[in-house]
């Protein structure tokens, strides 16, 4: 399958009162076409702003793009000015994201209509009457019934479920080739959650678009992701197909975060096991492995020398680990 | 197979669509109040446009023989120091007050809607620079503020407005800025830059509309305050000055005559009263019928 986005060492920083916050350290990773990828980690991780790094929304105030490449379509995207026309003809056309928060997603002063075939005129240069035909299909197609007459209603008109899918629609509106989906989600009941999971996965498969699950709930990516990235403190820790994460996971942290979810092929009484301690202040980051306070697996090794570079382990199963965790199991 | 006894179709009718303009008609006219200010709006506005019919004397015109007259047949409401008609002078004053209105709020409005949205979007420099001269603009009364402006320009009406609008635009300013900072946390605006578009589209097809409600209030308390600064400024010698019809400065003129006549100040100062009553009225109207998230109620 051919790569459609590169990212490379990619580091963002944020300059705050208290120092220098490190939100991303390095980050490497690669998109294929017509692929679902995971990426997991718990809040702060570095996730959101990693994705929003390849769109270069960060606030450049606070925040800087320190080092790094982001190669799509043949170009470095992190080269091209921020505000510039050839970076918002990226945004929205090629490259689209989704946030978490269906309820304040949509601007309340527009009509549905509106916002849909904004970005059709923007980036295809519709007229109104082409790209409001196109905005009630999509609507259609993401399972809004009544479409003709619900696309002149308002955001506050709808539920919280059919507001992702309208922004699921506008996403997909101008054919992107990668749909980043930020905590899709994280603000939906489950049985929304299941139902917006398989749209999302129908409509990237339908449109021929890669798509990234940015999540901290493992149980979304098992099902549909193909790869999965594992974030930790601004880095990833271990990378791998969904079978070999799930099936073998190597990194103590993945292997923790497993355990904290019940199964339900196990006793009723097992005691939930989290994983101790607190992730680290990203300013005070220690030269050493961040996960060693954490990990029941360290050695002296781990203590010693500086964060470990991620290794193969098997078939594309990366890990940033000194430890054979698979050994001590 | 037997029919089931309620049809499926019943159903999938749709319940009955209204549009934006018979939803807009429904809200602004549901309360009864509101009406009564665009009434007294409507009628101001008649009078104003149609004051040479509907005046019954040439306001300009002394008749010295018949000064401080009361109220009676030939004059119903009397007439002033110098023999003037008050009926005809309230009624030529409401072009003044319109006019200062709406012109000083134009200008305001949209030079101060502008400059605070730049600031507030852009942030840095910009918004230092002209919010810390807001500041010092704010920071001088206004009436002080259009005092100075005025004897500097010279009185009239041109120059008035020019002072008063200088002031009004301070407050618009401030709120403006105040509401883009916090419109622009909101995650549509990530997801509209997310879309591709530019900063002046952020600026005036999303920030802006979100901002109109506050703004619309804005304008109704200021309109009100607008004629009564001008009277203010025509009690301190700038300004409209006699033998311009404006009621401020009728209002102050009829002040000396408050215990013998006092119609040649009640009649302007009611009318002030009931012009500054129908922009807020009108203006609560508007909030809530231009509101979308009202829109259910109505």
């Given at each position: ?63 800087e ?18 505000k ?37 005129e ?68 489950v ?31 098992a ?86 570079e ?19 199991q | ?24 008609r ?18 101001m ?28 047949k ?9 023999g ?10 409401s ?15 949209i ?21 810390r001269?807001?500041?010092?603009l ?13 004897s ?28 883009v ?42 309109l009100g ?31 000396q ?26 203006g609560?109207g ?8 009202l829109?259910?109620?109505?």
């Open positions: 399958m051919a790569v459609i986005l590169t990212v490379e060492n990619l580091k963002t920083q944020f300059r705050i009162e208290g120092g220098l916050v490190k939100a991303v350290d390095g980050i490497s990773f690669h998109i294929n076409e017509r692929e679902i990828i995971g990426l997991v980690g718990e809040s702060g991780c570095g996730k959101s702003v990693s994705m929003l790094s390849i769109m270069q929304l960060i606030s450049t105030p606070p925040g793009i320190v080092d790094g490449k982001v190669i799509f379509d043949g170009k470095d995207l992190l080269k091209l000015e921020a510039g026309a050839e970076m918002r003809s990226i945004r929205g056309s090629k490259i689209a994201m989704i946030f978490q928060e269906p309820m304040t997603s949509l601007n309340p002063t527009l009509t549905i209509c509106r916002q849909l075939t904004e970005m059709l923007l980036h295809l240069g519709m007229d109104s009457q082409a790209s409001r035909k196109r905005g009630i299909e999509l609507l259609k197609l993401v399972g809004i019934s009544d479409a003709e007459t619900r696309v002149d209603d308002y955001p506050h008109q709808f539920s919280g479920g059919m507001r992702q899918r309208v922004m699921i629609a506008t996403a997909l509106s101008c054919n992107p080739r990668i749909l980043i989906a930020d905590e899709p989600t994280t603000a939906t009941d049985t929304t959650q299941a139902q917006l999971l398989e749209l999302m996965k129908d409509m990237v498969t339908r449109f021929n678009a890669s798509l990234v699950i940015v999540t901290h709930n493992l149980g979304v990516v099902r549909y992701a193909q790869r999965i990235y594992v974030m930790y403190a601004g880095r990833i820790v271990e990378s791998g197909n969904s079978k070999d994460i799930f099936g073998a996971p190597r990194h103590p942290y993945t292997i923790g975060l497993l355990k904290c979810v019940p199964r339900l092929d196990e006793a009723l009484d097992r005691k939930l096991v989290p994983i101790p301690g607190m992730p680290p202040n990203l300013i005070r980051m220690p030269p050493n492995c961040a996960f060693l306070p954490r990990c029941q697996y360290h050695i002296e090794r781990c203590m010693q020398e500086p964060w470990p991620l290794r193969e382990v098997g078939n594309q199963h990366y890990v940033s680990c000194y430890i054979n965790t698979q050994e001590k | 197979m037997t029919q089931p006894s309620i049809a499926i179709k019943d159903f999938t009718v749709a319940p009955p669509r209204i549009t934006s303009w018979q939803r807009f429904r809200a602004f006219f549901s309360r009864w109040i509101v009406i009564i200010g665009l009434v007294i709006l409507l009628v506005m008649f009078t104003a446009i149609f004051a040479p019919w509907l005046a019954p004397y040439d306001p300009y015109k002394q008749d010295l023989s018949s000064p401080l007259l009361q109220p009676c030939a004059h119903l409401l009397g007439t002033d120091g110098l003037r008609d008050t009926l005809s002078r309230v009624i030529y004053g072009r003044t007050a319109l006019l200062i209105g709406f012109a000083v709020t134009g200008v305001a409005v030079v101060g809607m502008v400059l605070g949205l730049c600031a507030g979007y852009f942030g840095g420099v910009v918004s230092m620079f002209i919010m001269f807001i500041d010092a704010m920071s001088i009364p206004m009436i002080l503020l259009a005092l100075v402006i005025a500097v320009l010279g009185g009239g009406l041109k120059n008035v407005i020019i002072a008063l609008s200088i002031g009004t635009i301070c407050p618009y300013t401030r709120i403006m800025n105040g509401l900072l916090s419109i622009k946390q909101n995650d549509y605006i990530l997801a509209e830059r997310a879309m591709g578009a530019s900063d002046s589209r952020t600026m005036f097809s999303h920030i802006l509309p979100n901002a109109f409600q506050p703004i619309i209030v804005m304008i109704t308390m200021q305050f607008l004629i009564l600064a001008e009277a203010g400024l025509s009690f301190l010698g700038i300004g409209i000055e006699p033998p311009f019809a404006a009621w401020g400065s009728m209002v102050n003129d009829g002040y005559y408050l215990m013998t006549n006092p119609a040649l100040s009640f009649a302007p100062g009611i009318c002030i009263m009931l012009v500054v009553f129908a922009f807020n009225m009108v609560d508007l909030r809530d019928a231009l509101d979308p998230r829109r259910g109620m109505f």
